[in-house]
C-alpha cells in the first residue's frame, strides 16, 4: 500500500519551490495518489532548454521501498530516453532506488539526465548512435523535437482551444484535456470524448 502520506508530504516539498528548481507534481486525475504527473523544465545550455517535459508517474504498492515507474509523456530525443514511447534507462528508477530518494530527486534526476546522457548505456541505441557518431545532427534534432512536442505556443494552443471549443466541449475542459496532453489537440480529443 502506498505510504499517501509520505506521498502528500512529497508533494507539497516538490511544489514549493518549483520556479526554482524547474520540477513539480500534480495528481493525474485529481484524486489517485498513486498516479502523478510530473513536469520538468529543460536544462539549461541544453537542446532541451526552453522545453517543458511531462512524465507520467506510477506509484507501486510498495512505494516508497520500490522505485516509481516514470515514463516521458512528451516526445524527446535523448539517448536514455525511448523515442518510440517514452520509457526511461535511469539506475535510480531501478536497482539503485532507495527510499532515502523522493520524487523530486527523481525529477531532478532525470532533469539533469537530459543534461547529461550516457549513450554507452541507451534506452534508444540509434538516438545513442547518433549522439557518438555525429553530435551536431543529435543536437539539431533534440532541439527540433523540443521545439515540436515540449514547447507551446500561446497562439497554438489558444488555435487548439478555439477549434475543440467550436466542436461543442466547455472551454475549462478543453483547456484541462490540452494542458493534461501536452498540447496534443488529437489525444486532447479523444480525452474529451471518452468522458
Excluded at 85 to 100: E, Y
Aim: one cysteine or more.
Amino acid at each position: 500500500m502506498v505510504d499517501v502520506s509520505r506521498v502528500q508530504k512529497e508533494l507539497t516539498e516538490c511544489n514549493r519551490d518549483r520556479e526554482v528548481s524547474g520540477v513539480s507534481i500534480a495528481l493525474h486525475d485529481g484524486a489517485n495518489i498513486s498516479h502523478l504527473t510530473g513536469t520538468i523544465a529543460g536544462p539549461a545550455d541544453s537542446p532541451y532548454e526552453g522545453g517543458t517535459f511531462i512524465i507520467d508517474i506510477r506509484l507501486p504498492g510498495g512505494y516508497p521501498f520500490e522505485p516509481p515507474k516514470m515514463q516521458f509523456v512528451t516526445k524527446v530525443w535523448h539517448p536514455n530516453i525511448s523515442s518510440q514511447n517514452g520509457a526511461i534507462c535511469l539506475d535510480i528508477l531501478k536497482d539503485q532506488w532507495s527510499p532515502a530518494l523522493t520524487l523530486k530527486t527523481a525529477l531532478l534526476s532525470l532533469q539533469a539526465l537530459l543534461s547529461s546522457p550516457a549513450p554507452d548505456d541507451p534506452q534508444d541505441a540509434v538516438v545513442a548512435q547518433q549522439y557518438l557518431r555525429d553530435y551536431p545532427t543529435f543536437a539539431a534534432t533534440a532541439r527540433y523535437w523540443t521545439e515540436a512536442f515540449a514547447k507551446s505556443t500561446s497562439t497554438g494552443m489558444e488555435e487548439k482551444v478555439q477549434k475543440l471549443v467550436e466542436m461543442g466541449f466547455p472551454e475549462d475542459l478543453v483547456r484541462n484535456a490540452l494542458k493534461s496532453v501536452d498540447g496534443d489537440e488529437n489525444m486532447a480529443l479523444e480525452k474529451l470524448c471518452s468522458g
